[in-house]
């Protein structure tokens, strides 16, 4: 996971491991987010944090199954079609604390 430095990681996400593609605003701990678009992976993810040494994975799997083309985004934006995507990126729509062991409530999922 270090090797996609996200700010939240969940857990026991319904519709695992891709439920979050549905959703457009959470609430969490004391603060709500709202889902702005899916994070596009870069070269980053394929070094691996103990050696240095540069791989082709995980971009190479994950582009089987999750790059725009293969999700249909490209259709409405055609620069995502070689891009591969794993999280999403979020704003923060009501600040709040939020902590380890928190609940993840949908507001409203992605029409």
Not at 2 to 17: I, Y
Not at 40 to 57: M, P, Y
Not at 60 to 67: D, E, N, Y
Request: proline fraction near 4%; charge should be positive; include cysteine.
């Amino acid at each position: 996971m270090t090797r996609f430095r996200p700010n939240l990681v969940l857990a026991g996400v319904e519709g695992a491991p891709w439920g979050d593609d549905g959703w457009a605003s959470v609430a969490v701990g004391g603060a709500q987010l709202s889902y702005v678009k899916p994070c596009s992976r870069c070269k980053v993810t394929t070094i691996d944090q103990e050696t240095g040494e540069e791989g082709t994975e995980p971009l190479r799997t994950l582009g089987k199954t999750r790059s725009g083309k293969v999700l249909g985004w490209a259709a409405k934006h055609k620069s995502w079609t070689h891009e591969v995507f794993f999280g999403w990126n979020a704003a923060v729509a009501q600040q709040g604390t939020i902590s380890v062991g928190n609940t993840v409530a949908v507001i409203q999922a992605r029409a």
